[in-house]
């Protein structure tokens, strides 16, 4: 059974960092592209960034120099390091599994994890 577990989440000041962490389970986490998702509250989820397989990251116009995606083979966890953070960043955060990213469908997705940025 594939399980993918976040944390991290957390208030924060505008300006201010997270990191969030997702570890996966179940799995064979090396050959799995991993995602961050996120869903603020009225508005459908969003993706904020993927790491493929070999590591290649791509960013969401709302992340590019603000956050940075990377994984840990060896701990199974992806991580998502969030700085400069804005009220508008305020979402839940949920990790994802792809089979490949081509089908834009995750197979798999974790609880999710309350990220609020106050002003």
């Known amino acids: 059974q594939v399980q993918l577990v976040e944390s991290g989440g957390g208030l924060v000041q505008a300006g201010g960092s997270l990191r969030l962490s997702c570890v996966i389970s179940?799995?064979?986490?090396?050959?799995?592209?991993m995602a961050w998702h996120r869903q603020a509250p009225g508005k459908q989820r969003e993706l904020v960034a993927t790491?493929?397989?070999?590591?290649?990251?791509n960013y969401a116009d709302s992340a590019k120099g603000r956050f940075t995606i990377r994984r840990d083979n060896a701990k199974n966890t992806v991580y998502l390091q969030m700085n400069n953070l804005k009220p508008e960043d305020t979402a839940v955060y949920y990790c994802?599994?792809?089979?490949?990213?081509?089908?834009?469908?995750?197979?798999?997705w974790g609880q999710g994890t309350q990220v609020t940025v106050s002003s």
């Open positions: 790491i493929s397989r070999d590591s290649t990251t």
């Open positions: 179940g799995t064979i986490f090396s050959i799995i592209p």
């Open positions: 994802a599994a792809y089979a490949t990213f081509s089908t834009g469908r995750p197979l798999y």
